[in-house]
């Protein structure tokens, strides 16, 4: 969690719109009417994500949504980094959204159906607490990625280090779900 939080949270998704929008203006010298275009695609991708998702988790579980949407992250950095034109960069962005949204919406349904009513807001608060304040640490990290090697390059790199990240987290118990829907079966106290 530490490290999809320090790569990949919704706290860390003000840095990569920062990326996309800075990359855009000066890497790319596009004008403000294409950065705005581009974050109107990236929302349609963030809705995508988050209507995807609950037919996903139902079909493939949660693991598969969690991984999936942060490849899907992945994938979208690394598109935008790699590739260089407005394009790409747009649908770099809508994968990242799409991403985010596809990885949230299941995290957060898990977790309200795991806990305990009289915890609930406990766990969610140290769960945000957490997440974005990895998400801190990852936001300044890339920043200064970005100001050593430029935006294109940063959004690369981020989307390569993501892309580890699942690879590692595709090997552990996450990928298949399994022991969340066991205790989710359970009833709840």
């Not at 920062?18 to 009417?33: K, Q, T």
């Not at 406990?122 to 050593?148: M, Q």
């Not at 580890?164 to 595709?170: A, M, Y």
Request: glycine share 12%.
């Amino acid at each position: 969690m530490l490290a999809v939080g320090l790569l990949a949270s919704a706290g860390l998704s003000a840095a990569a719109i920062d990326l996309f929008v800075f990359h855009l203006r000066r890497d790319l010298a596009e004008s403000s009417p294409v950065v705005g275009l581009c974050l109107g695609v990236a929302a349609l991708g963030a809705l995508a994500g988050a209507i995807g998702a609950p037919h996903l988790k139902k079909r493939y579980g949660f693991g598969a949504c969690f991984l999936g949407g942060t490849a899907f992250q992945a994938l979208g950095l690394t598109i935008a980094g790699a590739v260089g034109s407005a394009g790409a960069t747009m649908m770099g962005a809508m994968c990242w959204a799409a991403g985010l949204t596809l990885r949230a919406v299941p995290a957060i349904s898990v977790r309200q159906e795991l806990t305990p009513d009289s915890l609930l807001g406990r766990v969610t608060a140290a769960s945000w607490t957490v997440t974005f304040g990895a998400a801190t640490i990852g936001s300044v990290l890339v920043t200064h990625l970005a100001a050593a090697v430029g935006a294109k390059h940063a959004l690369a790199v981020t989307g390569m280090l993501l892309a580890i990240v699942v690879t590692l987290g595709s090997r552990t118990a996450v990928r298949s779900g399994t022991t969340l829907v066991n205790h989710a079966a359970a009833p709840r106290q």
